[in-house]
């Protein structure tokens, strides 16, 4: 059982690493952040064992064929923290979206183009 865990858990961050990478080439738009809610730490994620939450953050955006959104998440935190967070982050605030033009459903958030958007780091989905 621990062997198919470990299997699956590398072929999730293989498909995430291809994705991440596609996704740089992308173009990008601005997106809307909706209200934060509290998650579990996404088992991909690093962090200390105290850090076993993250704030996940719907967010939208507008091209020209439509409305488009997803969620992104802040790096591992403590309840604590992500608490804190979700007090400081106000409904709105804009984040930067890569998406992929043949799909524009498919969207990443990318950590170096959302520096200093968020009070903490983007956790790249």
């Given at each position: 059982m621990i062997l198919w865990d470990w299997f699956f858990r590398m072929q999730r961050r293989k498909k995430r690493e291809e994705l991440l990478v596609a996704a740089r080439t992308w173009p990008s738009a601005t997106a809307k952040l909706l209200p934060g809610v509290l998650v579990d730490k996404d088992e991909l994620a690093e962090g200390t064992?105290?850090?076993?939450?993250?704030?996940?953050?719907?967010?939208?955006f507008?091209?020209?064929?439509?409305?488009?959104?997803?969620?992104?998440?802040?790096?591992?935190?403590?309840?604590?923290?992500?608490?804190?967070?979700?007090?400081?982050?106000?409904?709105?605030?804009?984040?930067t979206v890569r998406y992929n033009p043949a799909n524009p459903d498919q969207a990443c958030v990318l950590a170096g183009d959302n520096e200093g958007a968020l009070p903490v780091g983007v956790w790249e989905s």
């Open positions: 064992v105290a850090q076993d939450r993250q704030v996940e953050f719907p967010y939208y507008t091209l020209e064929s439509g409305y488009f959104g997803g969620h992104v998440r802040t790096v591992a935190c403590s309840e604590g923290e992500a608490r804190r967070l979700m007090k400081q982050v106000q409904e709105g605030a804009a984040i």
